[in-house]
């Protein structure tokens, strides 16, 4: 079985500075997605990023980008230039190929944007 | 586009009644959706997948005859907690993939049900 673990229940920062959010998983596989998705106060889930496991390139989606560390199974968000509605929960998840798109999340990080 | 709604948003109910969730694609088909039960400040947990026309798969732990999942047409699913206790109050996700688009990958989430049992 996979696990996505969360080592930060909570982070802040300051608006417009940058912060990295780590999660790290635990799997057999070797191919597999990653995402990062957002839960705002609203809780309506919103995917922020994907990576696919076989691609060496780092995603990235404007402000939002990963360190992807396949041999260190570790799955780094970084935000840059941090803005108030970034405050949400922040979720980790794994997906593995032809698993029926099946996903595992990690706990969780609350970022908090402070102004 | 891609949009999928959950009614109600809100139910309150009083324990030993029965409670119905529905999950719908708004502009696409979804031959599959999935349930997820989320605790205060907690992480989303699977609870079964649904695929049109078949039975659901439930995740070890979950009581499917207590979580009853119908997936009757590619744009319904719908979740029954039968004989709701206070301990099944929660928030309820339902995601589901959309079928013309081949992205195994990608999963668009409903906007949850709160679920309170007195």
């Known amino acids: 079985a996979q696990t996505v673990t969360q080592s930060q229940p909570e982070m802040s920062v300051q608006e417009a500075e940058t912060v990295t959010l780590s999660c790290t998983y635990d799997t057999s596989e070797n191919n597999y997605y990653l995402f990062w998705y957002k839960q705002p106060p609203s809780r309506q889930m919103i995917l922020v990023i994907r990576?696919?496991?076989?691609?060496?390139q780092n995603a990235t989606e404007n402000r939002f980008s990963v360190n992807f560390q396949k041999a260190a199974k570790s799955f780094s968000l970084k935000i840059s230039d941090s803005q108030l509605g970034d405050t949400a929960m922040y979720f980790c998840a794994f997906m593995k190929r032809g698993s029926g798109s099946r996903l595992t999340f990690g706990e969780g990080t609350q970022l908090t944007v402070n102004p | 586009g891609a949009v999928v709604s959950q009614h109600p948003s809100r139910v309150i109910c009083k324990s030993g009644t029965s409670v119905k969730i529905e999950c719908r694609s708004l502009?696409?088909?979804?031959?599959?959706m999935f349930w997820y039960r989320q605790f205060p400040k907690k992480s989303l947990m699977l609870m079964a997948t649904?695929?049109?026309?078949?039975?659901?798969?439930?995740e070890q732990g979950v009581e499917k005859d207590k979580f009853l999942i119908n997936h009757a047409s590619l744009t319904l699913s719908t979740l029954t907690v039968t004989s709701a206790h206070p301990e099944d109050s929660s928030f309820y996700i339902c995601?589901?993939?959309?079928?013309?688009?081949?992205?195994?990958?990608?999963?668009?989430f409903g906007p949850g049900t709160r679920l309170t049992v007195l």
């Open positions: 990576q696919e496991a076989y691609k060496q």
């Open positions: 649904s695929n049109e026309g078949s039975k659901a798969t439930y």
């Open positions: 995601s589901a993939r959309d079928r013309a688009s081949g992205r195994v990958d990608t999963q668009y």
């Open positions: 502009d696409f088909q979804a031959t599959t």
